[in-house]
Nanobody
């Protein structure tokens, strides 16, 4: 099991930037693909991006492609979401999550494949 704690959320104007961090504890972190999801009020949880256990592969949702970057530092047990050119529609609670399927699993965009979730961090983008 991996314990996850997100940070870095806040209030930012449209066009601004934020960097979210997710600190992980647990010895299996470096073998897990890691994902970012978000949930806006009244909406279902939405996939944002995923990064492979090695950091060598990433995949981002079309809605954030070109604006967001996902990265990780296994030495620090951390994964990051760099968000640029933020839009009001990016407002949501952002969650990081660890893929539960184990080492060498393919990248997934499905929330059901992620077994450990953080508590979330609020991102609010004002127009």
């Amino acid at each position: 099991q991996v314990q996850l704690v997100e940070s870095g959320g806040g209030l930012v104007q449209a066009g601004g930037s934020l960097r979210l961090s997710c600190a992980a504890s647990g010895h299996i972190f470096s073998s897990c693909n890691m994902g970012w999801f978000r949930q806006a009020p009244g909406k279902e949880r939405e996939f944002v991006g995923v990064i492979s256990w090695s950091g060598g592969s990433t995949f981002l949702a079309d809605s954030v492609k070109g604006r967001f970057t996902i990265s990780r530092d296994n030495a620090k047990n951390a994964v990051y979401l760099e968000m640029n050119s933020l839009k009001p529609e990016d407002t949501a609670v952002y969650y990081c999550a660890a893929d539960r399927r184990g080492y060498l699993a393919s990248l997934s965009i499905q929330a059901r494949d992620f077994g450990s979730w953080g508590q979330g961090t609020q991102v609010t983008v004002s127009s």
